[in-house]
């Protein structure tokens, strides 16, 4: 069954007098469970998609489907209830609350969600020690690496057990090494069952999702399935290259 | 969102920038002290005020006789005896709303122990003009119904005299001499303190009235050569008492409608509520400029809070994000601005019981600590704190997620 479909969804933004067609009648559908990287150019309409399926913003025009629930037409306040039971988000720049302990970030969408403190607590600590933080889970934001704070975003999205996470340039801010380990992180979730969209510029990237989609001047110019690349094969090849890593 | 977490999250971000949020609500904690000090010196002032009246006498009414008129030059209140023992008779019988009535007679002499001297105010009057003054023996006996029967040579001598003829010495059955005439000393009345007009109640010795007329001050036998205190039953009913006594007097005195009174009747019970009238119209006043200061104050916490929505435009993107709503939002800026005023009043407090009490204890006044206003000042900076809050809460509120995510 289909989690996302767009059937010719349209967002037009108005500046001043100029009408900007930021997405021109895409239809896509995401399958359940599937990994899927979305590339193009910057102007190309790719961050408009990444918005309107994270329910931050609406279309203008078109219909959008999440899990069967038309979500295109909903108030703010039901889209921030889907953003919080369905969608777990990760960004280029982290967005980690600032001077915020690891455990408290990923206990804030539980928080929202009303789930009481014991619960919360029990699964924050579960998902930091999922993404291999669990040694860390008092730290603060600004105590970590790009790559230990990015684990721990991708944490707080899948705290609420989403069925969607969307992962806007994830790799953005880090280095190659460290972009495979949260490659690899993306890679598990999407095995155990979660589905994962990745907007990207870099095809290095790309190449670890299973379908690719291009888009291109608002409209969807090329969707293809691949094999994808295994992460975790990679990262082990890292290791071997570096004695001093493989001894730790 | 539980509301405890709420609060929670506000005290953090609060004590994130300590030095901030202190400057922030110094305008409520210098309006809210403010306030508190000011009624607390008001209050302790109407206090001393009501106190000092209390002393004159409970629910008192004066009734001074005539003025004398002698080739156009008029000679005032008290000047003419026109009220006669017959007129006090008739008062204590015919007027319901008094309950005491007495005559005080009034006389300056010299009074003289063994080997001291003292000028003093003497007063010839009956028992009933103790319990219209309320005021109590301290030792010995008061004046008794029997002592102006028989015009006794007893006298009851204030403390002040006391102190200036006896010292430490026990001055009950030592003899007096006034005006050379020896009196037994019975009884030294309790200190009473200061009149409102600063007048020493204790400087003063008592005789029967009856003795009064014979010994020190003849005049008269028909007429009161001094004033009546009258007693009301009630403090609502002096201004009863005070009509009766009039329409009482006008008709013993035969006189015409058109005619002025040969008499004026002071109603001490009126005077004491106009001074706290006045005290009250002052307390309001120090507390309305003070409320004046606390909106200051709120305007102060609606800045801050806007610089903060400001800085924290990325936290809020990303609180949306994982699934905040924009009440959640509201409410988290909304309790910010709540507790940091709330804090600001429980402050502005602890500094107006304090300075109040510094300044009662450098200039003697007497301080009185409201609970009500004090509970009152804290509620009321919340309030300032909430409409305040509200607009910058609401901006928060109403960010779009996307432009608070991308806001550098």
């Known amino acids: 069954m289909a989690l996302i479909e767009l059937d010719k969804v349209s967002k037009v933004y108005r500046m001043g007098d100029v009408e900007v067609h930021a997405m021109r009648e895409v239809s896509l559908t995401v399958a359940e469970r599937d990994f899927v990287a979305v590339m193009g150019s910057s102007g190309s309409g790719k961050s408009t998609l990444m918005n309107i399926i994270g329910c931050l913003d609406r279309p203008t025009s078109g219909v959008y489907r999440l899990d069967g629930v038309e979500v295109s037409r909903l108030d703010r306040r039901a889209l921030a209830g889907v953003r919080n039971k369905t969608l777990g988000f990760v960004f280029q720049s982290f967005n980690l609350l600032s001077r915020t302990s690891a455990l408290e970030n990923v206990e804030l969408p539980l928080l929202y969600g009303g789930v009481p403190a014991r619960e919360r607590h029990q699964r924050a600590l579960e998902a930091l020690g999922r993404v291999g933080l669990a040694e860390r889970v008092h730290h603060r934001s600004n105590e970590m690496s790009g790559g230990q704070q990015q684990r721990v975003a991708v944490a707080r999205a899948l705290v609420t057990r989403p069925r969607l996470i969307l992962a806007d340039e994830p790799t953005g801010n880090l280095d190659s090494r460290t972009t495979v380990e949260i490659m690899v992180l993306f890679q598990e979730l999407a095995a155990a069952g979660i589905t994962i969209l990745l907007v990207t510029h870099e095809p290095d990237v790309a190449a670890y999702a299973s379908r690719v989609v291009v888009m291109l001047d608002g409209r969807v110019r090329t969707d293809t399935r691949q094999d994808p690349r295994q992460a975790a094969a990679d990262l082990a090849a890292v290791r071997d290259e570096d004695p001093h890593e493989a001894a730790s | ?408």
């Open chain 2, 1 to 408: 969102m539980i509301p405890l977490e709420t609060f929670r999250v506000a005290l953090r971000a609060l004590l994130r920038n300590k030095m901030r949020s202190f400057l922030t609500v110094l305008g409520i904690i210098i309006g809210v002290g403010a306030v508190i000090a000011m009624v607390a010196i008001g209050e302790g002032a109407k206090a001393q005020v009501e106190a000092s009246f209390a002393s004159m006498g409970s629910n008192l009414l004066v009734v001074l006789p005539g003025s004398t008129q002698s080739g156009g030059a008029r000679g005032g209140f008290g000047s003419l005896p026109t009220l006669t023992w017959d007129d006090l008779g008739a008062i204590r019988r015919e007027a319901p709303a008094v309950r005491y009535a007495a005559a005080q007679l009034r006389s300056n002499a010299q009074l003289m122990s063994d080997d001291q001297n003292w000028a003093t105010s003497v007063y010839g009057t009956s028992p009933d003009y103790f319990s219209i003054r309320s005021w109590r023996i301290a030792r010995g006996r008061p004046l008794l119904d029997a002592d102006l029967e028989s015009a006794a040579k007893i006298v009851v001598l204030g403390a002040t005299v006391v102190d200036k003829l006896y010292g430490a010495v026990d001055p009950i059955g030592q003899t007096v001499r006034i005006k050379n005439i020896p009196f037994e000393v019975v009884g030294v009345m309790e200190k009473k303190g200061q009149s409102p007009t600063g007048q020493d109640y204790d400087d003063c010795a008592f005789v029967p009235q009856t003795t009064f007329q014979t010994k020190i001050q003849g005049g008269l036998p028909k007429f009161i050569s001094g004033v009546i205190f009258l007693g009301a039953t009630s403090t609502e009913a002096t201004a009863r008492a005070q009509t009766q006594v009039t329409d009482l007097l006008r008709d013993r005195h035969h006189l015409d409608s058109g005619a002025d009174d040969d008499f004026s009747i002071h109603n001490l019970t009126e005077m004491a509520n106009a001074q706290a009238e006045g005290m009250r119209t002052l307390t309001t006043l120090l507390a309305s400029i003070a409320g004046v200061s606390l909106l200051v104050g709120g305007i102060g916490i609606m800045n801050i809070m806007l610089v903060s929505v400001t800085e924290r435009t990325r936290e809020i993107g990303v609180r949306m994000a994982v699934g905040a709503t924009p009440l959640n939002i509201l409410l988290q800026f909304l309790v910010e601005a709540l507790t940091l005023a709330v804090a600001g009043g429980m402050l502005g407090v602890a500094l107006g019981v304090f300075a109040a009490g510094r300044l009662a204890a450098k200039f003697g006044w007497p301080t009185l600590v409201r609970p009500d206003i004090v509970v009152i000042s804290v509620c009321f900076s919340g309030l300032v704190g909430v409409v305040f809050g509200l607009y910058p809460a609401r901006k928060a509120s109403q960010l779009d997620p996307i432009d608070a995510l991308r806001y550098e």
